[in-house]
């Protein structure tokens, strides 16, 4: 069985910086794509970021110069570095795993507020 666990939410101030982590156990098929996405209240959910297994990345224009994926493939962690964090930035991050089949973590919440 699949699980992801996210770990790193929390408050942070405008402009400030945060560090999410995921961990992928009980894959047992080849991960295509490691990713985060996220859920602001009343909002639909939205990619963040992405990475493939060759390390292609890919963000909406909303975070791209803020935020940074990367991967282990080997631990099959990946994190997410915002920087420059804004109000609009919070919401529910969801660490998503794909395999062939679609996978996600239960969230976890960041907050940007002074």
């Known amino acids: 069985q699949v699980r992801l666990v996210e770990s790193g939410g929390g408050l942070v101030q405008p402009g400030g910086s945060l560090r999410l982590s995921c961990t992928a156990s009980g894959v047992t098929f080849r991960i295509e794509t490691m990713g985060w996405y996220r859920q602001a209240p009343g909002k639909e959910r939205e990619l963040v970021a992405q990475?493939?297994?060759?390390?292609?990345?890919n963000y909406p224009d909303s975070v791209k110069g803020r935020f940074t994926i990367s991967r282990d493939s080997v631990k099959n962690t990946v994190n997410l570095q915002m920087n420059s964090l804004k109000p609009e930035d919070t919401a529910v991050y969801y660490c998503?795993?794909?395999?062939?089949?679609?996978?996600w973590g239960k969230g976890t919440l960041v907050t940007v507020s002074s």
């Open positions: 990475i493939t297994s060759t390390g292609s990345t």
């Open positions: 998503n795993c794909r395999t062939g089949l679609n996978y």
